[in-house]
C-alpha cells in the first residue's frame, strides 16, 4: 500500500513540474523577431548606435546629431523605418532591422592556425620594423575593424577591403612573414589590444591623406599613430 501511495505521489509531482514548465514556456514571445534577439535598445551605447543613427539620417528619418546613444528620439526613428520596410514595429534595432539598414558586425575569431597565419602575413607586411606592441595593435586594429559596423565582418573581409590596406595592393603583403608576425597576431587574437578600440592607423611620414590625418589620435606606437 505504501509503494502504491508513493507511486501515485511522484505522478502527482511530475504533472505539477509539467504545468510549471508550460506555464512558463507559454510566456515565451511566439514570433523570433527583433523584440526577442534585440541587439541595440533604448539605453544602449556604441559604434553600433552610431551606425543606426547615421543610416537613418541618410534616410531623413533621424533629424538629430549622431551620438551613439539609442535614446527616445532614436526610437522613434526606428519605429519610422520599421514601419517603412513592413519589420515588426518594436523600436528595437534587432537583426532584422539591421540587415534591412545594412549594418552588419562580425566576431573577433578563434585563434587557429589558419587566422594566425593570415593575421600575421598583414601585420609583417604592414608593421615590420615596428616594435613588437606596435605590431600586435596593428592586428588588434584589424580584429576591431571586424567589429565595428562599417567594416566587413570577417578577418578575411577586413584584410582584402577594396583600398583598405596598400600592402595588399603593392606587393608587400606576399613577402616572407616576420617570425615575430605570429606571436603579435597570436595575442591581438587572443585580446591583446594596445589601441584601445582603434579601427585606423597611419605613419605621418608616408601618408598626406586628408582623412586619415583628420581622425581622433588615441595611441602613437613606434611610427604609427593610432585612431577612432
Same mark, same amino acid.
Given at each position: 500500500m505504501k509503494t502504491r501511495y508513493k507511486k501515485v505521489h511522484l505522478r /502527482?509531482? =511530475? *504533472? @505539477?513540474? *509539467?504545468a510549471t514548465v508550460l506555464a512558463c514556456l507559454s510566456t515565451i514571445p511566439r514570433q523570433m523577431g527583433d523584440d526577442v534577439a534585440a541587439i541595440s535598445q533604448v539605453g544602449s551605447r556604441g559604434a553600433e548606435v552610431r551606425a543606426i543613427q547615421q543610416r537613418l539620417k541618410e534616410r531623413g528619418l533621424f533629424k538629430s546629431d549622431v551620438t551613439g546613444y539609442y535614446g527616445e528620439i532614436t526610437r522613434k526613428a526606428v519605429l519610422a523605418f520599421q514601419k517603412q520596410k513592413g519589420i515588426s514595429q518594436t523600436g528595437i534595432a534587432g537583426p532584422i532591422t539591421l540587415k534591412a539598414l545594412g549594418i552588419s558586425i562580425g566576431t573577433v575569431p578563434a585563434a587557429t592556425q589558419a587566422n594566425i597565419s593570415l593575421l600575421a602575413r598583414i601585420i609583417s607586411a604592414e608593421a615590420r620594423g615596428e616594435p613588437y606592441v606596435g605590431q600586435v595593435a596593428v592586428g588588434a586594429v584589424i580584429l576591431n575593424r571586424i567589429e565595428h559596423p562599417s567594416f566587413p565582418d570577417t578577418l578575411s573581409g577586413v584584410i582584402y577591403q577594396n583600398g583598405a590596406f596598400t600592402a595588399v595592393t603593392d606587393g608587400q603583403f606576399n613577402q616572407p612573414v616576420a617570425s615575430s608576425a605570429y606571436n603579435a597576431a597570436r595575442d591581438a587574437l587572443n585580446g591583446w589590444d594596445p589601441t584601445s578600440g582603434c579601427i585606423y592607423y597611419y605613419n605621418p611620414a608616408k601618408t598626406s591623406n586628408s582623412f586619415i590625418r583628420s581622425r581622433? @589620435? @588615441?595611441? @602613437? =606606437?613606434? /611610427?604609427?599613430?593610432?585612431c577612432l
Open positions: /502527482s509531482a =511530475i *504533472l @505539477v513540474a *509539467l581622433q @589620435v @588615441v595611441t @602613437v =606606437i613606434g /611610427s604609427h599613430r593610432f
